[in-house]
């Protein structure tokens, strides 16, 4: 059971009978409201994803995640606005809609007295995969998701890392063209985790995937692009690269160096006119300080820093501050209310 | 309607391959057979007027008010509880197919059910050997009325069922449901208020939806179509409104 044996296994491509509009991009959600008795849960948000994009959803608990995907699918009706799934409008054509998505909800309810290959079977009718497909369908998905071992199981007895596995083996059942999972790693150890990471690697190009998740490395190892929503609104998007320097806006640099500090603001001046010393620690036994430099130019300094530096001082690390999406989802779920996506179109 | 035959046989499979179908059955059968033996012990004791499938079926309402419930409660309101629901809507199922099947795979039980209690009968005429004894108009009527009037209360349940995600209140909702629609036209038709020449209209439209009599007429063998229509438009209503309960706890889920 390593990550690697599920990259090789091929994974087929959407089905084209689901794909009447092949220049049409994948999800196309616009303006979408959703009121919950006067509350709004989802307050005009506006995005596309492209075909074979992943797409990651990155919020705080109650921000509209879950919602959004929740309309996205046709499980709810939306209040304003409008989700086409591939060209298809959503609200008017749900059945031509869902059945280009597969979709995994945040809980992943199974039936307790069910058996994986039944179930599995049952959902394929559903899903109006011939009963010649299905078979080996079945058999091919159940490869994927590493379950072969326990496909005649009763799902209630499952372990929470085999029954989250059977509700992707169930998204990815009918091979749809868009596959939505809420939170798919959630509850799972972390060598489930890789081997659920790598299976939607290998949907990347073929399949349109929107998944969302609490853990972040997570999210920036997996998607292409990122989304965060908070209070209903989109305040960040782009990829992990663009969002770190659009949100924080500056880098880090860690340098430990031994000689007299008074002069090393001037010095860092004369590199880089917004570099300055952000923090420093006291000398250890050696006579060695930590200082933390920050700038707001986003251009490799590291080179001229410590060329600038090694005449003057004893120079023995210099690093650069890797800033997380951690950081970057802190960052941009802490600002006000105001701030639009609008707002953060990288300026170029 | 292209997925409700693989929901009603993914019903049916399920409720045939649960073992506490065969428990509640065996206890149904034990207790249709108390009451049969009881009937047959007075006819033993007493002659009566009415032939013993006519008592039998005078007694439709006991297994009705408790198993109709029991049957139904857990159809939609456990598919909420559970969320699956959710994964069962966004397939290109309709509400309707899923409230379709829910209720074709109730019925069936209830039927399946009844039809068990056949074997009361056979028994009885094979110990006797002669139908001159069980009178074979009452017992097909009996059993006819039992079909059409199942069609209706399975369908009350199931309505229960949709607005509610905890099965005990869709149980105690069905049953009280159940308790207005057998007694309630009955108890109606024989207070003295309805009795003004101003309300006469209400008192037959009362007088017609009485089930009471309609077990009455079944048994003697008469079939009246507005009988017929009774149930089935109940039914229609019943299933139109479960839909809408399923549909309505989304929009304002």
Redesign the interface.
């Known amino acids: 059971m390593n990550g690697a044996q599920v990259s090789y296994l091929s994974v087929p491509t959407a089905d084209p009978r689901f794909d009447t509009m092949p220049d049409a991009p994948a999800i196309e959600v616009s303006h979408l409201v959703k009121t ?2 006067g509350v709004s849960a989802v307050n005009d948000i506006t995005f596309t994803v492209a075909r074979g994009e992943i797409l990651g959803f990155l919020g705080p608990n109650g921000a509209g995640k879950s919602t959004t995907m ?1 309309i996205i ?5 939306a209040t304003s606005g409008s989700v086409r799934v591939c060209g298809v409008p959503v609200a008017s054509q749900p ?2 809609a ?2 280009r ?1 597969g ?1 995994m ?1 945040e ?1 992943n ?6 058996r994986v290959s039944e179930y599995l079977y ?2 394929g ?4 995969i011939s009963r010649r497909k299905l078979g080996p369908r079945i058999d091919e998905v159940l490869e994927l998701c590493d379950l072969k071992r326990v496909r005649h199981k009763i799902i209630g007895k499952l372990s929470k890392g085999y029954r989250q596995r059977v509700g992707i083996a ?1 998204a990815v059942l009918a091979e749809p063209p868009v596959i939505i999972m809420d939170e798919p790693t959630i509850g799972l150890d972390p060598h489930q985790i890789l081997i659920v990471r790598d299976l939607i690697a290998s949907l990347r190009g073929r399949m349109t995937v929107i998944i969302s998740s609490h853990i972040l490395p997570e999210i920036e190892v997996t998607c292409d692009r990122v989304l965060i929503i908070n209070q209903g609104r989109v305040v960040a998007q782009g990829t992990p690269a663009d969002l770190r320097r659009e949100i924080l806006g500056h880098s880090t640099y860690h340098v430990e160096l031994a000689g007299d500090a008074a002069g090393l603001p001037a010095l860092l001046a004369t590199v880089e006119p917004t570099l300055a010393v952000t923090a420093q620690g006291e000398p250890d036994a050696g006579g060695f300080r930590r200082f933390t430099l920050t700038t707001d130019s986003n251009d490799e300094l590291g080179e001229t820093l410590l060329r600038a530096l090694a005449p003057a001082y004893r120079l023995r690390s210099l690093n650069r501050g890797q800033s997380t999406l951690e950081d970057v989802f802190l960052a941009a779920t802490r600002r006000s209310w105001d701030v639009r996506s609008e707002d953060l179109r990288p300026r170029k | 309607m292209k997925h409700f035959l693989t929901l009603l046989s993914h019903e049916i499979r399920m409720l045939l391959v649960n073992p506490s179908t065969y428990i509640a059955a065996m206890l149904f059968l034990f207790f249709m057979g108390f009451i049969f033996t009881n009937i047959l012990e007075s006819y033993s004791k007493v002659p009566q007027e009415i032939s013993p499938a006519n008592a039998f079926f005078q007694l439709f309402f006991i297994p009705v008010i408790f198993m109709v419930p029991l049957l139904t409660m857990k159809s939609l309101a456990e598919e909420r509880r559970l969320g699956t629901i959710e994964t069962l809507l966004t397939t290109p199922v309709t509400t309707a197919e899923v409230v379709l099947g829910k209720y074709c795979a109730a019925y069936f039980m209830y039927i399946a059910l009844w039809a068990t209690t056949s074997g009361f009968f056979y028994i009885l005429y094979k110990f006797i050997g002669d139908t001159h004894f069980i009178d074979l108009g009452p017992l097909g009527g009996g059993y006819l009325f039992i079909a059409v009037s199942g069609l209706f209360f399975v369908a009350l349940g199931v309505f229960a069922s949709s607005l509610s995600r905890n099965q005990a209140v869709a149980g105690i909702l069905a049953l009280v449901v159940l308790v207005v629609v057998i007694f309630g036209p009955s108890s109606l038709a024989t207070s003295s208020w309805l009795d003004r020449d101003i309300l006469s209209p209400l008192k037959d439209a009362v007088e017609y939806t009485r089930v009471l009599s309609h077990r009455d007429d079944f048994t003697r063998g008469v079939i009246d179509t507005r009988q017929l229509l009774y149930y089935l438009s109940g039914t229609v209503l019943a299933l139109i409104f479960s839909i809408l309960g399923v549909e309505a706890k989304l929009l304002h889920a």
């Open positions: 919950y008795a929740r699918t046709g499980y709810l009706p059945a031509e869902k059945r998505i979709y909800p809980s309810p199974l039936p307790e007295d069910m049952f959902r009718r559903l899903k109006e169930e």
